[in-house]
């Protein structure tokens, strides 16, 4: 495909992730508040002559995600707001059904759906920009450039230097600036941070466990274990109803249970007779994701709250998957240096 010029809107080559986290607290946001919404009977906050709808909040939410965009420039606040711009927009587009019913019905039954799809689609135009659109060299040079404010706020953390000299390495070699930075950070020697804070200790002591797990002989049984159980209990579950699926809903559940379960088929492969834990890893988090913004949608279509269980599993274990994923990612980096 024809790459497309960047060349005045340069990416952040961290994007994908970082729509992930938007999607996914976005979708717990709107669950968590329907399924407080159904606890309680839906409470009016404002007494007799207001009623404070919940999308203000998520307007307040989005508007703090902005500001922290605009008035810092570390990595970390990109992520925190993305977390929050999401569970914002989750908030905001949650009361759909108020804006496109003549009632001002909350509780469209079609609303959920509607949704749904607007979170597919978003995720499925975020990967295909950046499965086809790759990044040049002058955005491996910039995010670069970026990377160097970590590497100057960690005190030369050793983690944040490699990933920088990984990207110059794809940057282009004849341009001055990669040559100038790339000389700079290999003479500049990398150490420890002397003062950790909190974020810095649990970082670096999940690290060091993620080490010793990859090491150790049943990390690959326990993983492969666990991720065969979650699918074979989807895959079953959808079986077992299978005689009896009649709506759409059932059906939409045993179609995307059973895609599933075969993306976790794939990731076993990969990793038994590939030995590659990174595309494994890559694999298994496109089941979860399959089974969040699909299984989860059907799921949520007939059972609503119950739903909400099996939802904050996924986002659980995706979670540790992108971390998985990220520290496999630093040692194939580190390797290429």
């Given at each position: 495909m024809r790459r497309f010029n960047f060349h005045y809107f340069p990416r952040d080559i961290d994007s994908g992730d970082l729509i992930e986290n938007f999607l996914v607290s976005a979708i717990a946001s709107i669950l968590v508040i329907r399924l407080f919404l159904g606890i309680t009977g839906s409470?009016?906050?404002?007494?007799?002559?207001?009623?404070?709808?919940?999308?203000?909040?998520?307007?307040?939410?989005?508007?703090?995600?902005?500001?922290?965009?605009?008035?810092?420039?570390?990595k970390?606040?990109?992520?925190?707001?993305?977390?929050?711009?999401?569970i914002g927009f989750g908030a905001f587009i949650d009361e759909l059904g108020k804006f496109i019913t003549n009632d001002n019905n909350y509780f469209y039954q079609p609303t959920i759906g509607l949704i749904y799809v607007i979170f597919v689609l978003l995720f499925l135009c975020a990967r295909v920009i950046e499965k086809y659109?790759?990044?040049?060299?002058?955005?491996?040079?910039?995010?670069?450039?970026?990377?160097?404010?970590?590497?100057?706020?960690?005190?030369?953390?050793?983690?944040?230097?490699?990933?920088?000299?990984?990207?110059?390495?794809q940057s282009d070699p004849d341009n001055p600036v990669v040559k100038m930075l790339t000389e700079a950070l290999r003479v500049v020697r990398a150490r420890p941070l002397d003062k950790k804070n909190l974020f810095h200790k649990i970082r670096d002591y999940v690290k060091v466990l993620y080490m010793n797990?990859?090491?150790?002989?049943?990390?690959?049984?326990?993983?492969?274990?666990?991720?065969?159980?979650?699918?074979?209990?989807?895959?079953?579950?959808?079986?077992?109803?299978?005689?009896?699926?009649?709506t759409f809903s059932e059906w939409g559940q045993l179609i995307f249970s059973s895609f599933s379960g075969l993306l976790v088929v794939a990731g076993v492969y990969k990793l038994l007779h590939k030995g590659s834990r990174g595309?494994?890893?890559?694999?298994?988090?496109?089941?979860?994701?399959?089974?969040?913004?699909?299984?989860?949608?059907?799921?949520?279509?007939?059972?609503?709250?119950?739903?909400?269980?099996?939802?904050?599993?996924?986002?659980?274990?995706?979670?540790v998957l992108q971390y998985l994923i990220y520290q496999e990612s630093l040692l194939t980096n580190k390797e290429r240096i």
């Amino acid at each position: 495909m024809r790459r497309f010029n960047f060349h005045y809107f340069p990416r952040d080559i961290d994007s994908g992730d970082l729509i992930e986290n938007f999607l996914v607290s976005a979708i717990a946001s709107i669950l968590v508040i329907r399924l407080f919404l159904g606890i309680t009977g839906s409470p009016i906050i404002g007494g007799e002559d207001f009623h404070i709808a919940h999308m203000l909040w998520g307007g307040f939410l989005m508007m703090a995600a902005i500001i922290g965009l605009l008035v810092f420039l570390n990595k970390e606040t990109k992520y925190i707001a993305s977390i929050l711009g999401g569970i914002g927009f989750g908030a905001f587009i949650d009361e759909l059904g108020k804006f496109i019913t003549n009632d001002n019905n909350y509780f469209y039954q079609p609303t959920i759906g509607l949704i749904y799809v607007i979170f597919v689609l978003l995720f499925l135009c975020a990967r295909v920009i950046e499965k086809y659109f790759r990044p040049n060299k002058q955005e491996y040079a910039i995010n670069a450039l970026d990377m160097t404010k970590q590497v100057l706020m960690h005190d030369l953390d050793v983690e944040e230097k490699e990933r920088t000299l990984y990207f110059l390495k794809q940057s282009d070699p004849d341009n001055p600036v990669v040559k100038m930075l790339t000389e700079a950070l290999r003479v500049v020697r990398a150490r420890p941070l002397d003062k950790k804070n909190l974020f810095h200790k649990i970082r670096d002591y999940v690290k060091v466990l993620y080490m010793n797990l990859i090491q150790h002989p049943k990390f690959i049984k326990t993983t492969i274990t666990f991720f065969i159980l979650i699918s074979l209990i989807n895959v079953l579950n959808a079986l077992f109803s299978f005689k009896n699926a009649q709506t759409f809903s059932e059906w939409g559940q045993l179609i995307f249970s059973s895609f599933s379960g075969l993306l976790v088929v794939a990731g076993v492969y990969k990793l038994l007779h590939k030995g590659s834990r990174g595309k494994a890893f890559e694999i298994f988090k496109y089941s979860v994701l399959v089974s969040i913004f699909l299984t989860q949608f059907f799921r949520f279509l007939e059972q609503e709250l119950s739903a909400i269980f099996g939802l904050l599993l996924n986002l659980l274990i995706l979670s540790v998957l992108q971390y998985l994923i990220y520290q496999e990612s630093l040692l194939t980096n580190k390797e290429r240096i």
